[in-house]
Nanobody, 123 residues
Framework: QVQLVESGGGSVHTGGSLRLSCAVS????????MGWFRQAPGKEREFVAS????????YYGDSVKGRFTVSRDNTKSTQYLQMNSLKPEDTALYYC????????????????WGQGIQVTVSS
């Protein structure tokens, strides 16, 4: 059974940085498409970023372009989200998302989810 476990969340001030990690087990990670979504209270789930199995193709949501960087280490079965220049509007529960067959995009959600991790940015 596949498991996705996020870590690295927390609280920072505006302009700060955090790096989220998503460790995957129970699946051949090197063929697994990965992504990140987030959801703030009272808002719809939002696409943040995604990455192909070889780490070359990457996509970002408009609100995070230029500030966030998605990456992966296939030797560690882990996906990362480096978040810089954080803003209060980045405050949300961040979810790791994975799919064995298709590239994850804003309108193409993967089948597997992590439990979510809180990121809070204060002004």
């Amino acid at each position: 059974q596949v498991q996705l476990v996020e870590s690295g969340g927390g609280s920072v001030h505006t302009g700060g940085s955090l790096r989220l990690s998503c460790a995957v087990s129970g699946r051949a990670f090197w063929t697994y498409y990965m992504g990140w979504f987030r959801q703030a209270p009272g808002k719809e789930r939002e696409f943040v970023a995604s990455i192909g199995w070889n780490g070359i193709l990457k996509y970002y949501g408009d609100s995070v372009k230029g500030r966030f960087t998605v990456s992966r280490d296939n030797t560690k079965s882990t996906q990362y989200l480096q978040m810089n220049s954080l803003k209060p509007e980045d405050t949300a529960l961040y979810y790791c998302n994975g799919d064995p067959w298709k590239f994850i995009l804003h309108d193409r959600v993967g089948t597997d989810w992590g439990q979510g991790i809180q990121v809070t940015v204060s002004s």
